[in-house]
């Protein structure tokens, strides 16, 4: 190659070095000088060692404050209520004084906890039912959640109450409330007066056990054992040792056994005298701009047999009944027992489907999980056999935006207006009795439909054909 030789040695020395990554060349300013030979190391500012400390450092940092922003999220969402004053109105209950208590008390320390409040109530009934025809005390339970010793425990990332008095739900004799079509029967006590009249050193417990009990049988005859075994007991403190099996399982209530009990049951005080708690009812009245009653006593007056004319109640269940519903299906279950009572007109048969799978699971969901469609077109044959009927009212643990496809679908079939449990305003208190609300208005409505296989659609429909309401108005999707 040819050398180029005007090129000054100064430029040519400086282009001829080999540079390396970590050190670098001032060039003079002026051809002819010299280059200067000091060399500069660069300073690293951050090895891979150190971005790895560093990095470690952000995450565990990161991880830490996790936990800190989903509590404060949780609390940013509220305090729930300790219902104190409710608690204290339970405290004072007349029969709650140790000069006037009642000479036996029943009591089921393994009642249901950690379930929905349906559940809860559908066993606390028939708990009270049998005391009661026993001629004993029942002692009633907190609606309870958990038995952490937190007032409060976490549920769909928010604070729940973990024990809510019984009397924040409910009123009438299965929360100790007075029988006036009995009032010789003996009134329930909480389990707090219960602890004090029976928790002493010197009180003896009489325990029954449940495991010889008919739990097969039907329900008469089920009840019918324990009043016999209740009958012979001469000790004030009886309690029932539940741990071989429940003495009302859920079988008991998804099974037609349980009907045999019904004339009975609906005809007692736990039924007659049934009513919702004045803090449910006062949820109910204060909405009552959305509800629509001819009159405002419709809502007021809660031992009304009156109906909400004009408004049907749908009990839409979504939320785990996805997984729920399938489950059905592969089960075989039937209806709840109450729900198929002979006199409701609307009945489930899947014996035709018994040998295909498909089918069996499709005509499942169509009760269970119907889509939008079929839930108008079931609202638009009721419409036609109740043609005064305007207005929906939903129960749901659905989404707000998926009941507005609903609300949209039904004013194009022709509906006035369709409300829901997410329209309905509640205070702090009464927010965590919303199920008892929804079930209140549900119980008032001119035609309630139901989800066959739930057990809040069952206890509607018991109580409204304990109210009397014909047998027609209660239906099934």
Not at 265 to 294: C, G, I, Y
């Amino acid at each position: 190659m040819k050398t180029i030789g005007w090129i000054p040695d100064s430029v040519r020395t400086a282009f001829s070095r080999t540079f390396r990554p970590e050190e670098y060349v001032l060039l003079t300013t002026s051809p002819s000088a010299q280059p200067r030979t000091t060399k500069y190391r660069r300073r690293c500012s951050c090895s891979w060692r150190t971005f790895r400390v560093f990095t470690l450092r952000k995450v565990l940092v990161s991880v830490t404050l996790v936990p800190v922003f989903l509590l404060l999220a949780i609390i940013c969402q509220g305090i729930p209520p300790n219902y104190e004053d409710i608690r204290s109105f339970e405290h004072h209950l007349p029969q709650h004084s140790l000069s006037k208590h009642q000479p036996q008390y029943l009591r089921f320390p393994g009642h249901l906890w950690g379930f929905g409040f349906n559940n809860v109530l559908q066993e606390a009934i028939m708990m009270s039912y049998l005391a009661y025809t026993s001629n004993i005390s029942f002692v009633f339970e907190d609606y309870t959640w958990s038995h952490l010793p937190l007032p409060w425990t976490i549920y769909d990332f928010a604070l729940r109450p973990a024990r809510i008095p019984f009397n924040a739900l409910i009123s009438g004799p299965t929360a100790g409330g007075p029988m006036p079509s009995a009032p010789n029967a003996p009134r329930a006590v909480s389990a707090e007066f219960y602890a004090q009249v029976c928790g002493g050193p010197e009180s003896q417990k009489y325990v029954i056990s449940s495991l010889n009990a008919p739990n097969d049988a039907d329900g008469i005859v089920m009840i019918n054992w324990w009043v016999n075994q209740l009958a012979s007991v001469q000790e004030p403190c009886i309690e029932i040792d539940s741990s071989a099996h429940d003495v009302f399982d859920r079988y008991f209530f998804g099974n037609p056994r349980i009907l045999s009990v019904w004339e009975s049951l609906a005809k007692s005080p736990m039924l007659t005298d049934f009513a919702w708690s004045p803090l449910v009812q006062s949820a109910v009245s204060r909405n009552f701009a959305l509800l629509q009653p001819e009159s405002a006593r419709d809502l007021y007056d809660a031992h009304s047999r009156k109906s909400l004319a004009g408004l049907v109640a749908l009990h839409l269940r979504r939320g785990d009944y996805k997984q729920h519903c399938p489950n059905l299906a592969k089960w075989g279950a039937d209806y709840m027992g109450i729900n198929q009572h002979p006199s409701l007109p609307d009945r489930f048969d899947r014996s035709p489907y018994v040998n295909d799978t498909n089918a069996r699971l499709s005509y499942y969901l169509d009760h269970c999980w119907p889509s939008t469609e079929q839930v108008v077109e079931k609202l638009r044959g009721i419409r036609k056999e109740y043609p005064g009927l305007k207005r929906v009212y939903v129960l749901s643990n659905e989404w707000a935006w998926s009941l507005d496809g609903l609300k949209s679908a039904l004013e194009e079939d022709g509906w006035d207006d369709l409300v829901s449990s997410i329209d309905i305003v509640l205070d702090s208190e009464q927010k965590h009795v919303a199920m008892a609300v929804d079930m209140a208005i549900a119980e008032k409505a001119e035609v309630f439909i139901g989800n066959g296989f739930s057990s809040l659609s069952s206890n509607v429909v018991m109580l409204r054909m304990a109210k009397g309401m014909e047998a027609e108005s209660n239906r099934f999707l």
